[in-house]
């Protein structure tokens, strides 16, 4: 499970949105010098990020704005979710050029890449689909572990 402190900047009644400071886990990545994910957080280190967090086990009605909280993520979703996001409009794009070679007379240059375009629009709409159906869901979104009060005050975390 991933856990980071945030501060919160927004109460909802069914969430909270929470504001993090991004950190950079690249320097203990052997692939750092050669993974564009590497360099965009070079760029970006240090810059605030708006999180949407569910309310999980801890109740959002506690917390009020500028107070720190601990939120969670388990480890899978960062996996299941760039599996996701990456390779389904992969796989759609590959699909649509084969399947436009295969099934439709004409030019296979201008085939294949109009199969292409088509089925990586295709797999753009199925991560949105997905998206859009596991909005509200706790398994696929950050949720929120345990309010620590105002931004001045000094409590441990458990």
């Given at each position: 499970?991933?856990?980071?402190?945030?501060?919160?900047?927004?109460?909802?009644?069914?969430?909270?949105?929470v504001?993090?400071?991004?950190s950079?886990?690249?320097?203990?990545?052997?692939?750092?010098k050669?993974?564009?994910?590497g360099?965009?957080?070079?760029?970006?280190?240090g810059?605030?990020?708006l999180?949407?967090?569910l309310?999980?086990?801890?109740?959002?009605?506690?917390?009020?704005?500028d107070?720190?909280?601990?939120?969670?993520?388990?480890?899978?979703?960062?996996l299941?979710?760039?599996?996701?996001?990456?390779?389904?409009?992969?796989?759609?794009?590959?699909?649509g050029?084969?399947?436009?070679?295969?099934?439709l007379?004409?030019?296979?240059?201008?085939?294949?890449?109009?199969?292409?375009?088509?089925?990586?629009?295709?797999?753009?709409?199925?991560?949105?689909?997905?998206?859009?159906?596991?909005?509200?869901?706790?398994?696929?979104?950050?949720?929120?572990?345990?309010n620590?009060?105002?931004?001045?005050?000094?409590?441990?975390?458990?």
């Open positions: 499970m991933l856990t980071e402190v945030g501060r919160v900047v927004a109460v909802e009644r069914d969430g909270l949105w504001e993090t400071i991004r950079s886990t690249c320097g203990s990545c052997g692939a750092r050669a993974c564009g994910h360099l965009a957080n070079q760029l970006r280190d810059e605030r990020g999180v949407r967090v309310p999980g086990d801890a109740g959002v009605g506690d917390c009020a704005v107070d720190r909280v601990v939120i969670s993520l388990p480890e899978e979703i960062i299941r979710g760039s599996f996701i996001a990456y390779v389904l409009p992969l796989a759609g794009m590959l699909a050029a084969l399947a436009a070679l295969e099934f007379p004409g030019n296979p240059d201008v085939l294949s890449a109009v199969g292409a375009a088509a089925g990586l629009v295709a797999g753009f709409a199925l991560v949105r689909m997905h998206s859009t159906a596991h909005h509200d869901d706790p398994r696929y979104q950050p949720v929120l572990l345990q620590l009060g105002p931004a001045g005050q000094q409590v441990s975390v458990q």
